[in-house]
């Protein structure tokens, strides 16, 4: 079975996001959905709400597994008996981190290939940040995340 990990902080996952996970189903057996820890980023959800929402997100897509991991990406790809590691670009402005990030991870695990996918023209302008800022000051953000995902920014903001 050739497995890919898809990491990121997802918080919280977005449609965006559900994109890309459903092009690499169509290019690999499995998708492991991997939620990092990033000491750099200050996380609205916790990683056991992360995942929670994940999994109720992907709940009819089949071969998706929602995991968790800490430390390098690679070590986690290489432990899970992952072939590539999928990355999202959005923009050009994107492309330079992730580029250093995918020469480093080859030169620390040659046999990991990085893939970027695009998710669809729709998302491009999608992240993380921005969802929760728009969800943070009462704005609708339901056609840009996943139901379980509008409930939890709602209940997070005091909204619903």
Known sequence: MRSVIYPGSFDPITNGHLDVIVRALALFDQVIVAVGDN????????????????????????????????????????????????????????????????????????????VFLMPHARYTHLNSTIIREVASLGRDVSEFVPPIVNDYLKKKFGHG
Do not use: W, Y
């Open 39 to 114: 000491p750099e980023k200050e996380s609205l959800f916790t990683t056991d709400e992360k995942m929670a929402m994940i999994r109720t997100a992907t709940q009819d897509l089949a071969h998706v597994e929602v995991d968790h991991f800490s430390g390098l990406l690679v070590d986690n790809a290489r432990e899970k008996g992952a072939c590539a590691i999928i990355r999202g670009l959005r923009a050009l402005s994107d492309f330079e981190h992730e580029f250093q990030m995918a020469l480093m991870n080859r030169h620390m695990e040659p046999d990991i290939t990085t």
